[in-house]
């Protein structure tokens, strides 16, 4: 008779043991890289006047010459000095980011032309990010004078359109460097 109560009591358990469920929580996955930083990137660009495009894990912040640089030279104007300072403090705090700064010309000019305002506009903006606080090696520049046109050059407003500074953000890779001994 014991024998039978300890089997009886044996399955009763099991039986409540099998029936039980528990759920499993998963925690939601954790927002991409990408997904983490354009949302307040976005709101910064859009109070400053530029555009920001996400391409996968890639983040275009599209800053216009027009307004923001002296006509005439690569100077930046102190309205252009302002937004993009408070791009820079965001930015700053973000050490998971690299930033490759790219500037674009239309296509008046010269190819050399071109290539050294190009050049000479990333650098202003550049600038304008250290002096932000933003380390030098997160940063890359690069000009591309009338190579990546967003609007056709024949007309005042896709030239207008391709005279621009980018300031692509990816996700930082630190390198090291191997030391010869």
Known sequence: MNIIKTLALASLVFVTACSSKQEVVQAPPAPSWAESRIVNL???????????????????LLIPVDGNFHPKRTLLLPSGLVPLSKVAQALKVDGASQLTVVGHSDSDGSDELNKKLSMERAQAVASVLRLGGIERQRMRLSAMADNQPRADNSTYTGRKLN????????PYQATSVALAE
């Not at 976005?42 to 983040?59: D, F, H, K, L, N």
């Open 163 to 170: 005279r621009r500074v980018e300031i692509i953000l990816t």
């Open 42 to 60: 976005t709101s910064i660009a859009e109070q400053q006047g530029y555009e920001v495009e996400r391409e996968g894990e890639q983040i275009r």
